[in-house]
């Protein structure tokens, strides 16, 4: 049995600016990483490792059905405030039902990146 999700992976051939994208529009901090012997990054939120880049030769194709890598943030509209100061495209939602708020814009690779406030939960 799970008890929680413990990172994404993104295959890039951009690792530079894939990093830059998350440490400076996601806010995501640098932080230790085995020497795997390949080149990476791991980014951080607090003191878990939310994101491991992996630096590619060649792009991977999708072949996968993974859709979206979501973060949860206090203040959608704050950070939609600052997206807008920095020049970063996004769309942003309602979640139907009240169930909060939610914006999605692309990383330097096209993946996608949904930022949530959660609003009422259903029991």
């Known amino acids: 049995m799970v008890s929680g999700l413990n990172h994404a992976n993104i295959s890039t051939t951009k690792l530079k600016e894939t990093c830059?994208?998350?440490?400076d529009v996601i806010g995501?901090?640098?932080?230790?990483?085995?020497?795997?012997g390949f080149p990476g990054v791991?980014?951080?939120?607090?003191?878990q490792a939310?994101?491991?880049?992996?630096?590619r030769a060649?792009?991977?194709?999708?072949?996968?059905?993974?859709?979206?890598?979501?973060?949860?943030?206090a203040?959608?509209?704050g950070e939609?405030?600052?997206?807008?100061?920095?020049?970063?495209p996004y769309r942003a939602a309602d979640i139907p039902d009240?169930?909060?708020?939610?914006?999605?814009l692309r990383d330097p690779n096209g993946v996608t990146i949904e930022l949530t406030q959660p609003g009422r939960m259903r029991g």
Do not use: I, K
């Open 98 to 104: 009240g169930f909060g708020r939610q914006a999605f």
């Open 75 to 77: 203040n959608l509209a």
């Open 42 to 47: 791991w980014l951080y939120c607090g003191d």
């Open 80 to 88: 939609l405030r600052r997206l807008d100061a920095m020049g970063v």
């Open 20 to 23: 830059a994208f998350f440490v």
């Open 28 to 36: 995501l901090t640098v932080g230790p990483r085995p020497g795997f």
């Open 50 to 55: 939310v994101v491991h880049l992996v630096e």
């Open 58 to 73: 060649d792009p991977r194709p999708p072949d996968g059905a993974l859709d979206h890598v979501s973060f949860t943030v």
